[in-house]
């Protein structure tokens, strides 16, 4: 495999599928025997994930709720999501641990990062959920954040789409697709595959980002293995 750790950003709208909301066992033991090929490689995996598929920060906030409020809410959400995805992963054979910025003794070790790294030498993958612990901070932002704590060699960001395109496929069928980005693109054009803080955070610590489609069987092992897939972004 190309990469020796990577983290996954995972959104919560890939855990509900076709559903409008919520969580469908079906795609969640998908994605967690498709990871489980890619451990059995060897490489350690690391995984930040959404809570969108429950309650997302920023539309509590449009719709009237204090933005804090909204975001931990939002935060909570993300926690559910890491610990169904867990039950996942060790149904398909991986052992998982969970790691919340929100200390919740009795469901999830808190976040250190040390015992983190430990957990991944030892071949386990860890999900973290809760966000980084603060509100005003999206999932995206997390994902570059604990990337660059743990030393991760990349991040995957895997979602909807095959890839990063110049405005919506599903609106303007004649978008454009990238298949190579550098950071200060993503910036400059103001492209949203994630928030500025986050492309920051990877370009600083150079970290490429790749963004592939979650739900092509077998995309998660050809991205650790450096394929060309989805759209890559890097220095």
């Given at each position: 495999?190309?990469y020796?750790?990577?983290?996954?950003?995972?959104?919560?709208?890939?855990?509900?599928?076709?559903?409008?909301?919520?969580?469908d066992?079906?795609?969640?033991?998908?994605?967690?025997e498709d990871?489980?090929?890619?451990?059995?490689?060897?490489?350690?995996?690391?995984i930040?994930?959404g809570?969108?598929?429950?309650?997302?920060?920023?539309k509590?906030?449009?719709a009237?709720?204090?933005?804090a409020?909204?975001?931990?809410?939002?935060?909570?959400a993300?926690?559910?999501?890491a610990?169904?995805?867990?039950?996942?992963?060790?149904?398909a054979?991986?052992p998982t641990?969970?790691q919340?910025?929100?200390?919740?003794?009795?469901?999830?070790?808190?976040y250190?990062r040390r015992?983190?790294?430990?957990?991944?030498?030892?071949?386990r993958v860890v999900?973290?959920?809760?966000g980084c612990g603060?509100?005003?901070?999206?999932?995206?932002?997390?994902?570059a954040l604990?990337?660059?704590e743990?030393n991760?060699?990349?991040?995957f960001k895997a979602?909807?789409?095959?890839g990063?395109?110049d405005?919506?496929p599903?609106?303007?069928?004649?978008?454009i697709?990238?298949?190579?980005?550098?950071?200060?693109e993503?910036?400059?054009?103001?492209?949203?595959?994630m928030d500025s803080?986050?492309i920051?955070?990877?370009?600083d610590?150079k970290i490429?980002?790749v963004?592939?489609?979650i739900?092509?069987?077998?995309?998660i092992?050809?991205?650790?293995?450096?394929?060309?897939?989805?759209?890559?972004i890097s220095?």
């Amino acid at each position: 495999m190309t990469y020796a750790r990577a983290l996954i950003k995972l959104s919560g709208e890939a855990l509900m599928g076709q559903q409008p909301y919520g969580i469908d066992p079906a795609i969640v033991q998908s994605i967690a025997e498709d990871i489980s090929k890619v451990v059995s490689t060897g490489t350690q995996i690391a995984i930040v994930v959404g809570g969108g598929n429950i309650f997302r920060g920023l539309k509590g906030s449009a719709a009237g709720m204090d933005r804090a409020t909204a975001d931990y809410v939002g935060m909570l959400a993300t926690v559910m999501n890491a610990i169904t995805l867990q039950d996942g992963l060790e149904r398909a054979g991986v052992p998982t641990r969970v790691q919340s910025a929100i200390e919740m003794q009795q469901i999830a070790e808190p976040y250190i990062r040390r015992r983190a790294i430990r957990h991944l030498e030892k071949g386990r993958v860890v999900v973290f959920g809760g966000g980084c612990g603060n509100p005003f901070f999206t999932t995206d932002t997390t994902s570059a954040l604990r990337a660059a704590e743990i030393n991760a060699e990349v991040v995957f960001k895997a979602t909807k789409v095959d890839g990063v395109y110049d405005r919506d496929p599903k609106l303007f069928p004649d978008a454009i697709k990238y298949e190579n980005l550098t950071f200060q693109e993503v910036l400059s054009k103001e492209i949203r595959v994630m928030d500025s803080t986050a492309i920051a955070l990877c370009k600083d610590n150079k970290i490429p980002i790749v963004v592939f489609d979650i739900f092509q069987p077998g995309n998660i092992s050809k991205a650790v293995a450096g394929a060309s897939i989805g759209s890559r972004i890097s220095n």
